[in-house]
C-alpha cells in the first residue's frame, strides 16, 4: 500500500510490466508487506502475484510465503505483549491484535473499520486480555493525538529483548517479535537465494520499511513517502 499499489489499491501496468521483465532477466521480485494472510490471499489473483512475485512477506516479516507456501517465523510471546501493556497503558491507547485471518479489538470503532478495509480482513470482538494468552503475529496500539509526542520519545528510548515497535502511521504503532522485520525477512531469502543484501534495491513508504531501506543495498523512499 502506497509503495507497490496506487490509490485504488490496483497495480499499475507499468509496474506489472517492469517487475515481469526484470524477473525474465533473473532478477527475484519480493513484496513485503504489514497485511495479514488473509488480506494477501484475498487479492492474490487480482495482483498476479504467481506472475509478479518470487516471494512474499506478510505481517511484517512475521510470515512468508516462498513459492506458494507459507512459513510462520516467529510471534509475539505473552510475556511480551505483557510488558507492552505494563509500559503504554498509562497512555490508554486501544489495542488490535491481527491473526492470520481477523482483526481484533474491543469494539468495532473508525479505527477497527479502517483496519478491516486496508488489510481486508473480517472484525472480530474479543477480550484483549485473554487473547495476549497465546502468541500472536501482531498487535498494534491506536494512541490519542494528544499522546503521539509521549509515544514517540518512549519508542525512541525502547531498549526490550522481547519485541520491537514500528510506526505505520503519526499514532499507530504495529509491535512484533524483536526477531520479526521485513529485513530480517529479506536477510533470510536473499541467503535462500544465494544473494547478498548488497544486491537488495527495497523500495518503501512508511516507518514499518526503514530498516529493509537501510539494510538494503539501496534503499528507496518513494514520493509519497511518510
Keep these: 500500500d502506497g509503495t507497490l499499489l496506487d490509490d485504488d489499491k490496483h497495480i499499475s501496468e507499468l509496474t506489472f510490466k517492469t517487475a515481469r521483465e526484470l524477473r525474465n532477466q533473473g532478477v527475484y521480485f ?9 488480506g494477501i490471499e484475498k487479492n492474490w489473483t487480482q495482483w498476479q502475484l504467481d506472475e509478479l512475485a518470487d516471494v512474499v512477506i506478510g505481517i511484517n ?4 510465503w516462498d513459492q506458494g507456501k507459507r512459513e510462520d517465523v516467529y510471534f509475539l510471546t505473552p510475556a511480551a ?4 501493556q505494563e509500559i503504554f497503558d498509562p497512555l490508554q491507547p486501544k489495542y488490535y491484535i491481527y491473526d492470520l485471518e481477523h482483526v481484533y479489538a474491543n469494539e468495532n470503532d473508525e479505527k477497527a473499520k479502517e483496519l478491516q478495509r486496508i488489510n481486508q480482513v473480517a472484525y472480530r470482538y474479543a477480550d484483549m486480555k485473554k487473547l495476549m494468552e497465546q502468541p500472536q503475529p501482531k498487535i498494534a496500539l491506536h494512541f490519542r493525538k494528544e499522546d503521539v509526542a509521549k509515544t514517540h520519545d518512549i519508542l525512541e528510548h525502547l531498549d526490550q529483548p522481547l519485541f520491537r515497535g514500528v510506526y505505520s502511521g503519526v499514532d499507530f504503532i504495529e509491535f512484533s517479535d524483536a526477531r520479526v522485520s521485513k529485513a530480517n525477512a529479506i536477510k533470510l531469502i536473499a541467503e535462500r537465494y544465494g544473494c547478498t543484501m548488497n544486491e537488495v534495491v527495497a523500495f518503501g ?10 539494510e538494503a543495498g539501496l534503499g528507496v523512499c518513494v514520493a509519497n513517502g511518510n
Design 205 to 214: 513508504n512508511e516507518g514499518n520499511d526503514i530498516d529493509m531501506l537501510q
Design 30 to 38: 519480493c513484496v513485503a508487506t504489514g497485511r495479514p494472510q488473509a
Design 81 to 84: 505483549m505483557r510488558q507492552i
Design 61 to 64: 516479516g512475521a510470515m512468508i
